[in-house]
């Protein structure tokens, strides 16, 4: 017989959902971490005969997801959370963000948001943010000191910022930003140019050529509101997706975020392109921007993700709430109970993002080989009880208060709903201290 083989971790809970195989739920089965990676999913009487363990986890009322996703949000913006309010997007970005960023904006603004992003981001299962926003070298750098895993966009914007002064300058500071953190093992990047109608066509074609350069994906708000197509139709004669289009951004590489306003045409060509769609149906609620047509994406077969959006048009940062909003409106809209299955809605909140995001090799399943990012949903008490169905319960029942633990690359950042990678009262100490902070600035702001 052969000597049981040493390894990091066993994690023993009651059931593993691994996303791919879909549609399948292993109950008695352990997952073996060793090296940041998935080393085995096995039952669990085999796993304590194959693996020597330095610590086992046992989770006996819990099932384990992969991390979750979030493909979309600005993370600092955390402190602008409630600042608008029952606002549209156009006036909630002209009379309360666009003025309050101007003023607030630095690395320490950008710094002290993105940890109070990630410490609630962190103890609701997230353990990829994919983020678009200022600074982005600053915001990865505080993702990653929580313990997360962070995809930061190299963004670009026509107007000038304390940031950067103009498009060529967001463009400069980020491929720097890319060259100092490329060894960073739990940072990527991804070009981000913020819309189609706040990018010039010679920032839109430096994008598409710097995509092609680099093979990084592109991140991009569009057809979020009627009003931007409109827009773009008086503006350039063409609708965004066709603007896109011209410069060759209709690609595999396209991350197409909100797509709440698109035809019949334009969902055949983002799955004839492979592209993918962020979906972030709370913000587009809360904005009153609409309702993305969600089951006419899926039956198109276009790779759909799903994104919180920032704090400040959510206000949550809560993505099993995102995948519960997202399968009750896609039933809505398509009138049909089944149109979004709670497994594919979990798909969505997972592996569809890691494929988004170019890194489906690495994450987005329990999978042997894949990083270990996993999330633990205690599902013993009352307000899930009974339970008939894990897969469901995590949808439509459980919630982030349920998250006990979490893993990102094998690394056990939240135990027992605590964060682990430093003292937790002095990281929620501090993430409270700095919200308090910027509150009274943004008050003394708003008062002027």
Known sequence: MNAPEPVDTLIEPRWIVPVRPANVVLEGHAIAIDGGRIRAVLPAADAACAFRSRA????????????LVNAHTHASMAL???????????????????????ELVGEEFVAHGARLAAVEMLRAGVTTCSDMYFYPDVVARTLTAVGMRAVVGINAIEFPTAYAADADDYLRRGLQARDALRDEP??????????????????????ATLAEELDLPVH????????????????HGVRPLHRLARFGLLSERLIAVHSVHLDDREIDE????SASVVHCPVSNLKLASGIARLPALLDAGVNVALGTDGAASNNRLD??????????????????????????????????????????????????????DLVAVELASPEVAPLFDPVSHLLYASGREHVTDVWVAGRHVVQARQLASDDENAQVRAALASAAAWQNKCRRLLRK
């Not at 986890?57 to 099932?63: D, S």
């Not at 549209?88 to 666009?98: F, K, N, Y």
Request: hydrophobic residues 50%; aromatic residues 4%.
């Open 220 to 235: 991009i708000h569009v057809h979020e509101t009627a009003h931007e197509v409109e827009e773009s139709v008086r503006l």
């Open 186 to 207: 739990l940072v990527s990047f991804t070009l981000a140019p913020h819309a189609p109608y706040t990018v010039s066509d010679a920032t839109l074609a430096r994008v």
């Open 319 to 372: 993505m099993l709430d995102e995948a519960r909003f997202a399968a009750l409106l896609a039933k809505a809209v398509a009138g049909e109970a089944s149109a979004l299955p709670a497994a594919a809605a979990l798909e969505c909140a997972t592996l569809n993002g890691a494929r988004a995001l170019g890194l489906a090799d690495r994450i987005g399943s329990i999978e042997a080989g894949k990083e270990a």
């Open 270 to 273: 983002l799955a004839r392109a």
């Open 80 to 102: 602008l959370r409630g600042v608008g309010d029952d606002m549209p997007l156009q006036r909630w970005l002209t009379e309360r963000i666009w003025p309050l960023e101007r």
């Open 56 to 67: 086992v986890v046992r989770l006996p009322e819990h099932a384990v997801i992969p991390g």
